[in-house]
């Protein structure tokens, strides 16, 4: 099994519409992640947690939500999904200190 | 704030050419440095790493220093393979652990 797994890996949604992205780790981390990647600007933070009780919005919260529903759980929401939402989604997690992520495959998310 | 530089190509490449890809940062202090690969239809991995000057980070043939006086960490590879066709990210890791990416590289090599 993959160390994070996304659900789901496409997606096709229609303007409006509520839609949640989830995310499941087996690292034992407390951080999680939620990014989107989009073509000439790379990958921007959307929300972080450090932990159950901790989360935290990054660059570009506006539109989005997320839940922590235990140390290996969080996932993402999309209240009112909009076409600019359009993009790759990843979740990564990482241990606390100098160490890197570990990538979801990501999920890729039309709003029509 | 920080910021990541590196063009965003696509660098092309004939297979065993030289590979240079560039990375420049802005940073208040003594950030880490990363280096991530993004295989077509996959997530990101850590390609290497290297946490303070001087150190070379190195992985799969591919290496990269940290050089604080010019605030580079340029990725090399002597001689690319087909396989190595990907987006390779720039990174850094500063103050509070915030980590800030580049646009990423996008490379092709042809045979």
């Known amino acids: 099994d993959a160390d994070v797994t996304q659900t789901p890996r496409n997606r096709i949604t229609k303007t409006g519409k509520r839609i949640m992205l989830e995310c499941s780790q087996t690292k034992g981390h407390d951080r999680m992640y939620w990014y989107r990647q989009d073509p000439g600007l790379g990958l921007r933070l959307i929300y972080y947690?450090?932990?159950?009780?901790?989360?935290n919005k990054g660059e570009i919260s506006d539109g989005y939500s997320v839940s922590r529903q235990a140390q290996a759980k969080f996932s993402l929401s999309l209240e009112s999904a909009i076409p600019n939402q359009t993009a790759l989604y990843f979740c990564?997690?990482?241990?606390?200190?100098?160490?890197?992520?570990?990538f979801g495959s990501g999920t890729r998310l039309t709003v029509v | 704030g920080d910021s990541v530089t590196q063009m965003e190509g696509p660098v092309t490449l004939s297979e065993e050419a030289f590979l240079t890809i560039n990375c420049t940062y802005t940073a208040t202090g003594y950030p880490s440095l990363f280096w991530y690969v993004q295989y077509p239809g996959e997530g990101l991995q850590l390609l290497l790493k290297a946490t303070k000057a001087d150190d070379k980070g190195s992985n799969k043939g591919f290496e990269a220093t940290y050089r604080k006086e010019t605030t580079s960490f340029h990725l090399e590879k002597g001689s690319v393979q087909v396989s190595d066709s990907a987006v390779y990210f720039c990174?850094?890791?500063?103050?509070?652990?915030?980590?800030?990416f580049g646009i990423g590289t996008k490379l092709q090599v042809i045979p």
């Open positions: 947690s450090f932990d159950v009780k901790d989360i």
């Open positions: 990564a997690t990482r241990g606390d200190g100098l160490y890197g992520y570990t």
């Open positions: 990174a850094l890791m500063g103050g509070y652990q915030k980590v800030t």
